[in-house]
């Protein structure tokens, strides 16, 4: 017999309280040094020394403990038996995100078996997202989460103001630090020629926000949403050039 897929529609505004409310109660240590400014590849580490050793991911699990959103794709979701979609707050037929859940009592990834810190499991480790399978053990957001989660020690103030520095003189193209979807405008259209009943069709338009990296707000899109859906994380982390062209990709299909 099929195992059914269970979805729970969150509106965005719940789904927010409720991740506020876990990471109260799980707060762990503050980072000191923000995520979104630490890479994921082991590679581009920058502020952790070559000699340490790279975490075994079994006895940490600090990441999933730590990620409070893990978003996936579409086709991700297919083998997904239980996920949550985030809806726009006023017209909660409009997912703007597909998530993992996260548990009532830790905040943590629902799929997180084990103890964190001593042996940890995935429960759907073959059918991860890639959000999931692109993070790499041993880079710094890697360590970072480690840090946040007491398995490694903090980072003294000088080696905290160092890797500031570093992370200072670090030249890359300004990219997207968080993307936005918002209910634009709600109304009907209406068209005598179709049957009784059917003449009223109520339309949406949504839009995509960008907030940069200096903190500026730019408008990305405007679309109608019987007609075009977009995950919020989708945009996160390019361009504008990189989003723009997506967006238009998307379009011309």
């Not at 480790?125 to 880079?139: I, T």
């Not at 960008?210 to 994380?233: I, N, P």
């Not at 945009?235 to 989003?243: G, H, I, M, N």
Request: net charge negative; hydrophobic share 30%.
């Amino acid at each position: 017999m099929e195992t059914l897929v269970q979805i729970t529609k969150l509106p965005k505004a719940e789904y927010y309280e409720k991740l506020s409310g876990r990471a109260a109660a799980n707060p762990g240590i503050t980072p000191q040094i923000p995520l979104r400014q630490l890479s994921k590849y082991a590679s581009e580490r920058s502020i952790t020394e070559a000699s340490v050793p790279i975490p075994d991911c079994i006895t940490c699990g600090a990441c999933c403990m730590y990620s409070r959103i893990i978003p996936m794709n579409r086709a991700e979701s297919e083998p997904i038996k239980e996920f949550w979609d985030i809806t726009l707050d006023g017209a909660e037929d409009v997912v703007v995100e597909r998530v993992f859940p996260v548990d009532s009592e830790g905040g943590h990834c629902i799929n997180l078996g084990g103890t964190v810190g001593q042996e940890v499991a995935c429960r759907i480790y073959p059918d991860r997202p890639h959000v999931c399978r692109d993070f790499e053990p041993g880079s710094d957001r890697c360590h970072a989460y480690r840090r946040m989660a007491g398995i490694e020690p903090p980072l003294t103030d000088t080696q905290a103001v160092d890797a500031l520095h570093k992370i200072s003189l670090r030249e890359e193209p300004e990219q997207i630090c968080e993307i936005s979807i918002e209910l634009e405008s709600s109304g009907f259209s209406f068209d005598s020629r179709a049957p009784e009943g059917e003449q009223f069709t109520q339309l949406k338009t949504a839009k995509i926000q960008a907030r940069m990296q200096d903190g500026t707000f730019v408008d990305l899109h405007s679309y109608d949403t019987s007609t075009e859906e977009w995950f919020e994380h989708e945009l996160e982390r390019c361009t504008l050039d990189e989003a723009r062209a997506l967006i238009k990709k998307t379009k011309s299909r």
